[in-house]
């Protein structure tokens, strides 16, 4: 009996570890595999962060904020599928006031055939005002350019995906350094999320901000709430493509459309017992793209890339769209040869 136990959990455990390695299965005239177990990255990177807010009112009021620019640099380790990293936004680091530094932590695994994708993001105070809408006639012009601290928005979640082609098609040779792509190839790729979100706006700070540039002007009633947190459930599709334009270089380019279902609570429209569970109105599309240029000799890396999300939130009084993602610029080294790259060094 002993001995039949034995021989089913090794018999488990040689299907898992088929099942592990499948992830990593490429077709090697296309694909270069990691040689190395280990990597280390400087990256730096530039936020990009633009949020939307329009009324449903007569006065068809809207607002466009972006933060002033700053500039982020951290390290990452990365051990084969899994990279962790870090950074500081270099103009906020060191303030005492803790609320005022934007921070980012990211948690990413990768293999050839999926990836997963964890994020906490949460901005700072140093929004400004870009393009604003008091209503026709109205001269606004004297808001443009203004600093608005009274909004924060804030958003944690995870991605996953799968890639079809994944044995000729190399996502993470874009994105995460982990393998070299040889011959030019593209792929379909279907992926899942979810995320907590949270918005707030001090509506007496916008309000004073107004009277102080635009007198006599009022919000627009459908504008006004405190807070909104919701959770977003997505399902995404599209395409990407990786062109080997020389040896060693690499530029992709993938977009996707993302179809959302947002439940959400807050001051604005709390839930009524009777509300059905599922709602079409709470139905949005967004969009995901991505670009990357690598150079990596399997040794040593560099590159740049951006990821651009573009996230909508609608109700019956009021809209709001963010636009999010992370300009990157890199250079890393991989260590610790993989004990099959040793035996064909030998």
């Given at each position: ?85 870090y950074t500081v936004d270099l103009k906020t680091f060191g303030l005492k006031n803790k609320d005022e530094q934007k921070k980012e932590l990211g948690f990413s695994i990768y293999s050839s055939k999926i990836g997963v994708d964890i ?228």
């Amino acid at each position: 009996m002993l001995l039949a136990s034995q021989y089913a959990q090794a018999q488990f455990l040689d299907r898992l570890k088929g099942v592990v390695a499948s992830f990593s299965d490429v077709d090697t005239a296309y694909i270069e595999p990691q040689h190395y177990n280990w990597s280390v990255m400087l990256q730096g990177s530039h936020y990009v962060d633009i949020f939307s807010l329009s009324g449903t009112g007569k006065g068809h009021q809207s607002v466009t904020l972006k933060p002033s620019p700053s500039f982020r640099l951290g390290p990452y380790f990365g051990w084969r599928w899994v990279f962790l990293g870090y950074t500081v936004d270099l103009k906020t680091f060191g303030l005492k006031n803790k609320d005022e530094q934007k921070k980012e932590l990211g948690f990413s695994i990768y293999s050839s055939k999926i990836g997963v994708d964890i994020y906490h993001r949460k901005t700072g105070v140093d929004y400004r005002i870009s393009s604003v809408s008091m209503g026709r006639g109205i001269d606004a012009s004297g808001l443009i350019d203004t600093k608005f601290d009274g909004i924060s928005v804030g958003v944690t979640g995870v991605n996953a995906y799968y890639i079809f082609n994944n044995r000729r098609f190399s996502y993470p040779a874009a994105f995460s350094q982990s393998t070299c792509q040889k011959v030019s190839c593209g792929s379909f790729m279907a992926g899942a999320g979810f995320s907590k979100n949270s918005l707030s706006i001090d509506n007496e700070k916008y309000q004073s901000l107004i009277n102080e540039k635009v007198p006599q002007v009022k919000i627009d009633s459908t504008m006004l709430f405190n807070s909104v947190k919701y959770n977003n459930y997505s399902l995404s599709g599209g395409y990407g493509y990786n062109w080997v334009f020389a040896k060693d270089f690499l530029f992709c380019a993938s977009g996707s459309l993302v179809l959302s279902y947002k439940y959400s609570s807050g001051e604005e429209n709390q839930k009524k017992k009777d509300d059905p569970l599922f709602d079409f109105n709470n139905v949005n599309l967004g969009e995901n793209f991505r670009i990357g240029l690598v150079y990596n000799n399997t040794r040593w890396y560099a590159g740049a890339n951006a990821v651009i999300n573009v996230n909508n939130y609608h109700n019956s009084d009021f809209s709001a769209t963010n636009v999010f993602g992370n300009l990157n610029i890199y250079v890393g080294y991989n260590f610790g040869l993989r004990k099959e790259y040793k035996n064909k060094q030998k």
